[in-house]
């Protein structure tokens, strides 16, 4: 009986790997190829249990001359490629055997797949997607070419293709793997090798080689990005993820202009999947256009919400969907003072993503103002399983953000184990026990010069000269023992103008908002204030109703800080104001382009 299907590898140290990579295909590959090009682990070990098709190459710096040599030893109908560090999802292999079967072989053909690349880390959740071509009927003169990021040609001419939804998983290039087995540095030795003046104008070779320089060298990553655009298409596979490429850089060296080009096309052309209203979310919300980035971002949450359980809302970056507008909604509703709105977004970015520490520590923070803590309890309890190590993790946020009811809670438990406690958290139970002769033993101990000033300044003894860094430090620490006495008498002491500055910004972010605006307002009668506490008292004054005040704040935080985002946001709430046209002027004087954007245009202040 002739085979179907023949899957063809190339491995080299891959038994982390490997084996979840052939399980995913045994039941739907006829036959198995394995190319090893001088694995010194157990790959060719692993490989055996699938296959008795193992052939040695020696590895000579080029990927296509090993793909090549694979598709030799091939002799299926259909040559299905996969890497190591990919796997098939697929819930029934024979239909998908019987599908493949079906298709039109009299010429030719190649068969493109989905893949989703898991990028950042193991843990993330995050997937890029992209596709290509990993499946072709063997025929004499098709064949890869390029010793890198090697593409599929047909010496007869152009081939047909076919399309199967059937997905492939990546993992190759998440931060953990990329660092163990040197990628970059191999990928890069490479490209370095190849006639780069003969490729001049290809613009997949620039594509891949600005992937490869995008780390370590954004510029000169931007540059080929470039030129690969003028050579490109949309038809081209790599033409969205180049777009976001694009977006993404100039918006990182503030060339917002040429990133609005490209979102701008990339919207016309797929204006029902994500990517593009998030990115111009991201520019809107840079130039403080926030009402316009908030629809932006609600729209993608839309979609994403909308898409079927088959459907996929995005075409480059999941986190586009959700995640990425999350957490600038969570930012435009803070600064709105929606506290409802505002949990309503840490939740989900928690649900999503339960180590995000900073989502939980400000959400923490909202709950200590506004819940007791028997109603906050099965809030975290939803979303933090009963462990040992979650346990240890809530008591240092409690610890560090001052919440004594929370602390007791995971102290009691963590004691009831018989589960040691840090000693950091030792020195805090001894402060809010008021022992402070254990409490100097354990400072000693721990040799925290920070926790001894705090404790000589609980029992009175002299205040101990301090830098505007400890000093700020101890009365952080006070605070997180309730003793706003204590901290006032060191402000009153104190030489540091700056420790109020601190202070006042650390409660506001912790939603003290009323203390914070007392300590913004002392400075201000100082004429101390620094921009973003004027930004702080232009959020205060909007959210109480006086308009005026808070323009008056807006544009000191705009001119002192001189802030593209602060000055848009004036422009956006304030367009008829007497001194909105100074703003502008601010505003070109920062950025000539930006007055040149639609969103600028439409308020007729060019």
């Not at 506290?339 to 520490?357: E, F, N, P, R, W």
């Not at 520590?361 to 190590?389: C, G, H, M, N």
């Not at 406690?421 to 809010?432: G, Q, T, W």
Request: with cysteine; glycine share 2%; proline share 3%.
């Amino acid at each position: 009986m002739s085979k179907l299907i023949s899957l063809c590898m190339i491995v080299k140290n891959e038994e982390a790997v490997l084996e979840r990579c052939l399980k995913s295909v045994k039941h739907f590959a006829d036959e198995i190829v394995i190319v090893d090009t001088g694995s010194s682990d157990r790959t060719v070990d692993i490989a055996k249990q699938f296959t008795k098709n193992i052939f040695s190459f020696e590895w000579c710096n080029d990927f296509s001359a090993a793909r090549n040599e694979s598709i030799k030893h091939a002799t299926g109908k259909w040559v299905l490629v996969l890497d190591a560090d990919e796997f098939f999802m697929m819930d029934n292999p024979k239909q998908v055997r019987a599908a493949i079967a079906r298709l039109d072989t009299r010429s030719p053909a190649s068969v493109v797949f989905p893949i989703y690349n898991l990028s950042s880390n193991s843990t993330s959740g995050e997937f890029m997607k992209s596709s290509a071509e990993r499946m072709f009927t063997r025929v004499p003169g098709l064949k890869y070419h390029n010793p890198i990021h090697e593409q599929l040609t047909y010496d007869g001419g152009a081939l047909k293709y076919f399309s199967l939804d059937i997905p492939i998983l990546h993992t190759g290039y998440i931060k953990e793997t990329v660092e163990a087995q040197n990628k970059s540095a191999r990928n890069m030795s490479i490209f370095e090798n190849m006639d780069q003046e003969k490729l001049k104008d290809d613009p997949y070779f620039h594509f891949t080689y600005a992937n490869e320089l995008v780390d370590d060298n954004p510029e000169e990553a931007l540059r080929h990005y470039r030129i690969c655009y003028k050579h490109s298409l949309p038809v081209h596979s790599w033409f969205h993820h180049l777009l976001n490429k694009l977006a993404r850089l100039c918006m990182q060296f503030d060339q917002y202009s040429e990133a609005w080009s490209y979102i701008e096309q990339g919207l016309k052309l797929v204006p029902d999947k994500v990517d593009y209203h998030c990115l111009a979310g991201m520019a809107l919300h840079h130039y403080g256009q926030f009402e316009q980035a908030e629809q932006r971002f609600l729209q993608c949450v839309s979609i994403a919400d909308n898409a079927g359980p088959n459907d996929v809302c995005w075409l480059v970056q999941s986190d586009y969907g959700k995640q990425t507008p999350y957490k600038y909604l969570l930012n435009i509703y803070r600064q709105q003072w929606d506290t409802q709105k505002s949990v309503h977004y840490l939740m989900k970015i928690l649900q999503h993503d339960a180590k995000d520490y900073k989502a939980l520590q400000e959400l923490i923070s909202i709950f200590k103002q506004y819940e007791s803590w028997e109603s906050v309890l099965p809030i975290i309890s939803r979303l933090y399983a009963d462990t040992d190590a979650n346990a240890l993790m809530l008591i240092q946020l409690a610890r560090l953000y001052g919440y004594p009811a929370m602390f007791a809670h995971y102290e009691n438990k963590l004691l009831s184990r018989n589960v040691p406690l840090p000693l950091e958290c030792r020195l805090y139970a001894s402060l809010l026990k008021q022992d402070y002769a254990e409490s100097l033993k354990l400072a000693e101990q721990a040799k925290d010069r920070t926790f001894y000033k705090a404790v000589q300044i609980l029992l009175s003894a002299d205040v101990p000269s301090m830098t505007q860094e400890e000093e700020f430090a101890v009365v952080r620490l006070l605070k997180s023992i309730d003793r706003n006495d204590l901290i006032q008498q060191q402000l009153d002491r104190s030489p540091f103008i700056e420790t109020y500055q601190t202070l006042a910004d650390y409660l506001y972010a912790r939603y003290e908002r009323a203390d914070a605006s007392d300590l913004y307002h002392g400075l201000l009668d100082l004429n101390s204030l620094h921009a973003k506490g004027f930004y702080s008292l232009f959020e205060t004054y909007r959210y109480h109703g006086h308009t005026e005040a808070a323009s008056q704040f807006l544009k000191e935080a705009a001119v002192r800080s001189r802030s593209i985002t602060w000055a848009g946001l004036f422009i956006a709430l304030f367009p008829s104001h007497d001194e909105a046209q100074e703003v502008v002027r601010l505003l070109l004087e920062l950025d000539s382009e930006a007055i040149k954007l639609p969103f600028f245009l439409q308020l007729s202040l060019a």
